[in-house]
């Protein structure tokens, strides 16, 4: 007899509070914890994430390139380049002018005792983000040597290399382009059975990852920073209600139908706190909704540089929140430069837990504000990372879904003149 299958979003939940519960009782007998963590429960989470990252370039890569080679039209993909850009940009700004307002009419950092405040220890990945200007953020893009872009998982870099080389294989003649774009196809279809394969273990990867979190800051050490954390999960259900609930509105699209579609990827982004984990899937997942391929090969991998919703939020109110701790007042000016400074230095960041700290830390130098202030965040951002890198995946799911209704409509306008 067939025994029934527990749904993939279930072993993840599953998976999750079994992790919690590991992780408080780890804490509560601080003896066993050492072993287990680095023999068990970090090599256990380690495995997931790096299982993921492994497959997202080769993805990306192979789908642009047929999604371009196949389509051929290049002033098209330049229109929604540009619409692209366009679209992320305004999102994420929104996003942060969103946080500083709720920043300063909820003050997450008055009247915080410093002296009670757990500092966490912070390491910055190393990736030269430390002074975002627009000029850097160009020239980064194009890549020195692409293979070595390609092992370091620089995404943008992959991009702009697949749709140069997508547009050289689209102007082969057809017999040369045929095989080759035939060779990328079952290239692509692979790497989603892999996918397949890997998240049947993302359950344990959670497990793991959550167990070490708990494990190591136990629930004590929330007590202080609790209005920051309501804070920014207050903030996150906001934007996503009246900000992504409006624009999926006027483009026509079911946002709860979208999220409904897209559960097991918005849990596993919220568990794992790492939203290049589900970037395979989710492209799969908006493919089957109805977004044209080729559009989500494009729009998804750009989004996650350039459309990081949750951590633009959590820009404006982890840099308030650090003023505010210190007693630091910033005038609407300031606070004007800072929107400035946060949309480029928001801008490229990858989708691994942990980036945040360069951007916010970038921020804040820029500012003027202590950067001591990420290490009292950094003991609790775990449960402030995992609702914002939900956001990022939520974000970056509507996105190809907009601007294909966007181009929809403009071609709709177009056969009206033609007719």
Not at 41 to 58: N, S, Y
Not at 240 to 266: K, N, Q
Not at 402 to 411: G, M, Y
């Amino acid at each position: 007899m067939h025994t029934p299958r527990i749904p993939l979003v279930w072993q993840i939940l599953i998976g999750l509070l079994l992790g919690i519960a590991l992780g408080a009782l780890l804490n509560h007998f601080p003896t066993l914890r050492p072993w287990m963590v680095d023999n068990l429960l970090q090599p256990a989470g380690d495995i997931f994430i790096k299982l993921m990252k492994m497959i997202v370039v080769p993805i990306v890569f192979a789908c642009m390139v047929v999604g371009i080679a196949g389509h051929g039209d290049g002033k098209a993909l330049g229109r929604i380049g540009v619409r692209s850009l366009l679209y992320f940009f305004a999102v994420t700004t929104t996003a942060i002018i969103v946080g500083l307002v709720i920043g300063n009419l909820l003050q997450p950092g008055a009247g915080t005792d410093l002296a009670s405040l757990k500092a966490g220890n912070v390491t910055l990945p190393g990736s030269g983000a430390g002074s975002h200007t627009l000029g850097q953020i160009i020239v980064g893009i194009i890549p020195d040597n692409i293979i070595a872009a390609m092992a370091q998982g620089s995404l943008l870099s992959v991009l702009f290399f697949a749709v140069m080389f997508g547009l050289g294989v689209g102007q082969l003649p057809e017999a040369r382009k045929a095989p080759l774009l035939a060779v990328l196809r079952a290239v692509s279809e692979a790497m989603f059975r892999v996918t397949s394969m890997i998240m049947a273990y993302s359950p344990i990867g959670v497990f793991g990852m959550i167990a070490v979190t708990v494990a190591n800051f136990g629930f004590s050490s929330l007590l202080p920073l609790g209005k920051l954390i309501l804070v920014s999960y207050v903030a996150i259900a906001l934007f996503t209600l009246f900000v992504l609930g409006s624009i999926a509105r006027l483009a026509g699209i079911s946002l709860f139908g979208l999220m409904r579609h897209i559960r097991d990827e918005l849990l596993l982004a919220f568990s794992s706190a790492s939203s290049a984990a589900v970037m395979p899937q989710l492209m799969k997942k908006l493919e089957s909704y109805g977004a044209p391929p080729s559009l989500v090969s494009f729009v998804v991998p750009v989004g996650y540089s350039f459309n990081l919703d949750g951590a633009s939020l959590f820009l404006g109110i982890g840099t308030l929140f650090v003023a505010q701790l210190y007693g630091i007042d910033l005038s609407l000016a300031d606070q004007a430069l800072l929107v400035v400074t946060m949309v480029l230095t928001s801008k490229g960041a990858a989708g691994v837990p942990g980036f945040m700290f360069v951007i916010l830390s970038a921020t804040l130098a820029s500012a003027g504000l202590p950067l001591e202030g990420i290490a009292f965040i950094a003991g609790v951002y775990r449960l402030m990372e995992m609702p914002t890198t939900a956001l990022n995946v939520l974000g970056n799911a509507l996105a190809p879904l907009v601007i294909a209704r966007w181009e929809a409509r403009r071609d709709e306008r177009l056969g009206q003149v033609v007719n």
